[in-house]
Structure formats: structure tokens, C-alpha cells
């Protein structure tokens, strides 16, 4: 199959190349190619590549950010996504799209489905919902995953933040009302080229398995960093005080996704093992 990975360059874009590379004709494109606000831009770009999929991995991620910057959040997550979405439905080709947890308000005590009632609290959260809708509407049978809380090699993330502050400081705070499933690039790439192969379309979650705090991640990345000393004390999202707000349950239910691929994706612990070892390595 021909693929075409929007927004290679970034952190899962990279990994979505890496993984996607020898299986099928792929191609990649980003900012400096195309810019997805415009959507001729899109149509010249994927007139170029003429692929059978695209897989758009491009996004405004900046969550604080996008509170004084809604609009250009908005052009990029919502008007961006439905413009790649809408160009790749008239060349005949299939749409992948990501999304997040952060679509969800963080009220339910359980994990959430795919087809729980959305209601975003912060402004990226908004953009990227819109952008849900804008792709679905320019194509009904696109497949959009939901994820979240993606680390990996290729771009800035809390892992790589962490042991960053724990080389700095001896002791290091973080929150630990906010719950959630880490979820390793490469984890993410193997699912998506899997819910493709699956023939898998509208709205999957894909993310590593289990569920843990920020806090009790930051304790597992310094333990399995092998560093000594640090402190890491745990504090609540209002005594962060960050712009956005976050939602408290950020878990988001994997069922649906074992059931199309039939198993679901390793657990988070497994997989930040891998990451740390391969970054050592």
C-alpha cells in the first residue's frame, strides 16, 4: 500500500516511518512540504505522493499554548485535519487520523469508550474534537485514534523531562490527581499499522495498557533511569496551576482495539522497559 505519514517529522511521525518502512510504499510529508490550514496546499501535496492512506500525524500540541492561541490551535487541528481528510477522500484514498483524550472532561470514574459523550475543558481539547467531527464529515469512513500520553525518541516528552529534572534537582514534584495510560511511539505505531491492516474505520482507542498518575510515572522512569537521590513529591493539579486545565481520568478504554486486532497493546511498564533500554542502547 502506498502511505503517505503527515507530519513525519514528529514524534510519532518518526516512529510511524520506522515502523511503517519495508511493509508498504511510504512517503512522508510536513510543514515545510504543505501547510494543512490551506487546503490546496493539501491537494497539491497529495496529488504529488498519490498514496492509498494517509496517516495525519500533524498537530498543534502546545495544551497551555493553545489557551491564548485557540485560533491557530483551531486552524491546524480542526480546519487542517478536515482539509487533509476532504483531499484524501477525493484521490480515493483512506484517512487516519489522531486524536486524544483530552476531547473527554475527566468526570467519569471508569474508563472512557469511544462512544462516551465528549465535553472538553481546555482549549486544545476543543480543537481537537472539532477536528474529529471535521474529519468525519469530509470522510464518514475515515479511522480517527484516540490517544495519549505518547513519549518516545523523537521529540519532547515527559520521560525525557524527567530525567532531564532528576539530573538537575534533588528533588522534583509532580501531580498526581490526573490518571492516565503512558503510551510509548512505537506501541502506537504497531497499533495503527494493525487497526489498518484490520480494515478498522471510525473512532478506536489505542494506547499502552494499564493506568497510572503522572506522579508514579515519574518514580518509574527515575527507578528504571537507575538514578539515586531524588525526591519526587506528589502535588494536586491546583497546585500546579497550569493555564489548561487537564482532566482528572484521562484513561481511555482498550477493548474495542483488542477486539478488531485481537490483543491489546502491551501494558505501559513493559513498554517505558523497552524505551529505556533502547535508549541506553
Known amino acids: 500500500m502506498r502511505v503517505l505519514v503527515v507530519g513525519h517529522k514528529g514524534m510519532l511521525g518518526q516512529d510511524l516511518m520506522r515502523i511503517l518502512e519495508g511493509r508498504h510504499v511510504l512517503s512522508g510529508a510536513d510543514c515545510d512540504e504543505l501547510d494543512i490550514r490551506e487546503i490546496e496546499s493539501v491537494r497539491a501535496c497529495l496529488k504529488t505522493h498519490?498514496?492509498?492512506?494517509?496517516?495525519?500525524?500533524?498537530?498543534?500540541?502546545?495544551?497551555?499554548?493553545?489557551?491564548s492561541e485557540e485560533s491557530l490551535a483551531h486552524d491546524v487541528n480542526a480546519k487542517g485535519a478536515g482539509?487533509?481528510?476532504?483531499?484524501?477522500?477525493e484521490l480515493?484514498?483512506?484517512?487516519?487520523?489522531?486524536?486524544?483524550?483530552?476531547?473527554?472532561?475527566?468526570?467519569?470514574?471508569?474508563?472512557?469508550?469511544?462512544?462516551?459523550?465528549?465535553g472538553p475543558?481546555?482549549?486544545?481539547?476543543r480543537s481537537k474534537l472539532a477536528g474529529e467531527l471535521?474529519?468525519?464529515?469530509?470522510?464518514?469512513?475515515?479511522?480517527?485514534?484516540?490517544?495519549?500520553?505518547l513519549y518516545g525518541k523523537g521529540g519532547k516528552n515527559f520521560v525525557e523531562t524527567?530525567?532531564?529534572?532528576?539530573?538537575?534537582r534533588d528533588r522534583l514534584t509532580v501531580v498526581d490527581d490526573q490518571r492516565g495510560s503512558p503510551t510509548w511511539t512505537v506501541h502506537l505505531a504497531k497499533g495503527i499499522e494493525r487497526l489498518m491492516s484490520a480494515g478498522a474505520t471510525g473512532i478506536v482507542h489505542a494506547t499502552n495498557s494499564g493506568v497510572t498518575t503522572w506522579h508514579k510515572f515519574a518514580v518509574r522512569?527515575?527507578?528504571?533511569?537507575?538514578?539515586?537521590?531524588?525526591?519526587?513529591?506528589?502535588?494536586?493539579?491546583?497546585?500546579?496551576?497550569?493555564?489548561?486545565?487537564?482532566?482528572?481520568?484521562s484513561v481511555l478504554d482498550g477493548s474495542k482495539f483488542a477486539r478488531i486486532t485481537g490483543a491489546p497493546m502491551p501494558a505501559?511498564?513493559?513498554?517505558?522497559?523497552?524505551?529505556?533500554?533502547?535508549?541506553?542502547?
Do not use: C
Request: hydrophobic share 40%.
Open 50 to 67: 498519490a498514496p492509498e492512506a494517509v496517516i495525519n500525524a500533524a498537530a498543534y500540541t502546545n495544551v497551555d499554548g493553545a489557551e
Open 83 to 89: 482539509n487533509v481528510a476532504m483531499a484524501a477522500r
Open 92 to 118: 480515493g484514498a483512506r484517512t487516519v487520523h489522531l486524536s486524544t483524550d483530552y476531547v473527554f472532561d475527566g468526570k467519569k470514574a471508569a474508563p472512557y469508550l469511544e462512544g462516551d459523550p465528549t
Open 121 to 125: 475543558i481546555n482549549a486544545y481539547g
Open 134 to 149: 471535521a474529519v468525519l464529515e469530509a470522510d464518514p469512513d475515515a479511522l480517527i485514534v484516540r490517544t495519549e500520553w
Open 162 to 168: 524527567i530525567i532531564r529534572l532528576a539530573g538537575e
Open 221 to 249: 522512569i527515575i527507578e528504571l533511569a537507575g538514578i539515586k537521590g531524588v525526591r519526587v513529591d506528589p502535588i494536586t493539579s491546583d497546585q500546579l496551576d497550569r493555564p489548561a486545565k487537564r482532566p482528572r481520568n
Open 268 to 281: 505501559w511498564e513493559e513498554a517505558l522497559k523497552h524505551y529505556m533500554a533502547e535508549r541506553k542502547s
